[in-house]
Antibody
Framework: EVQLVESGGGLIQPGGSLRLSCAVS????????MSWVRQAPGQGLECVSF???????YYADSVKGRFVMSRDNSKNTLYLQMNSLRAEDTAAYYC??????????WGQGTLVTVSS | QSALTQPASVSGSPGQSITISCTGT?????????VSWYQQHPGKAPKLVIY???NRPSEVSIRFSGSKSGNTASLTISGLQAEDEADYYC???????????FGGGTRLTVL
């Protein structure tokens, strides 16, 4: 059974840092494209980053230079290091497996709130 | 990269059919046969219901279908059921750094 379980969200002050994790079971993260997709409260979806099988990463302009996506193959886990957080980064963050532009498996999400 | 344009809301009665549109440009929806649709119930993660414009995952009801004409993709749900009430999002390939752009979402209400 495929499962993606995010953790690490919480309340953080503007300018702070947070690291999200996504533990995956049922397939290997190293063998698939993986993404982080966020959803601000009451808003739509935004793909903020993805990682290729060769570990090359890409980022949305809104987070470029502040967020870093990585993976640990031995733990079959994805990470999203988020630095210099802003109020507009407040959102539910989902990890998802990506086939082309299709996101076929999703985690349950972890909520990040950036507020003083 | 601007979001794809979806109607904010649509509604229909049980048993009826509805169609949700997703309008982009020749740089995204119109330029590639890579459009997918997601269903999201409140407080839940999105679920893929259509991929590559017209294809349906095996576990998704045959009542869901997709199509595209020019720069506009469409999701049709036939035989509406109460469980179909949810938010629906489209996405498409695009030339942005993350290679995907989402629509703003459509709230489907089953009357």
């Amino acid at each position: 059974e495929v499962q993606l379980v995010e953790s690490g969200g919480g309340l953080i002050q503007p300018g702070g840092s947070l690291r999200l994790s996504c533990a995956v079971s049922g397939f290997t993260v190293s063998g698939h494209y993986m993404s982080w997709v966020r959803q601000a409260p009451g808003q739509g979806l935004e793909c903020v980053s993805f990682i290729y099988t060769d570990a090359t990463t890409y980022y949305a302009d809104s987070v470029k230079g502040r967020f870093v996506m990585s993976r640990d193959n031995s733990k079959n886990t994805l990470y999203l290091q988020m630095n210099s957080l802003r109020a507009e980064d407040t959102a539910a963050y989902y990890c998802a497996r990506r086939i082309g532009i299709n996101f076929d498996f999703w985690g349950q999400g972890t909520l990040v709130t950036v507020s003083s | 990269q601007s979001a794809l344009t979806q109607p904010a809301s649509v509604s229909g009665s049980p048993g009826q059919s509805i169609t949700i549109s997703c309008t982009g440009t020749s740089s995204d929806v119109g330029g590639y046969n890579y459009v997918s649709w997601y269903q999201q119930h409140p407080g839940k993660a999105p679920k893929l219901v259509i991929y590559d414009v017209t294809n349906r995952p095996s576990e998704v009801s045959i009542r869901f279908s997709g199509s595209k004409s020019g720069n506009t993709a469409s999701l049709t749900i036939s035989g509406l059921q109460a469980e179909d009430e949810a938010d629906y999002y489209c996405n498409s390939y695009t030339s942005s750094s993350t290679q995907v752009v989402f629509g703003g979402g459509t709230r489907l209400t089953v009357l």
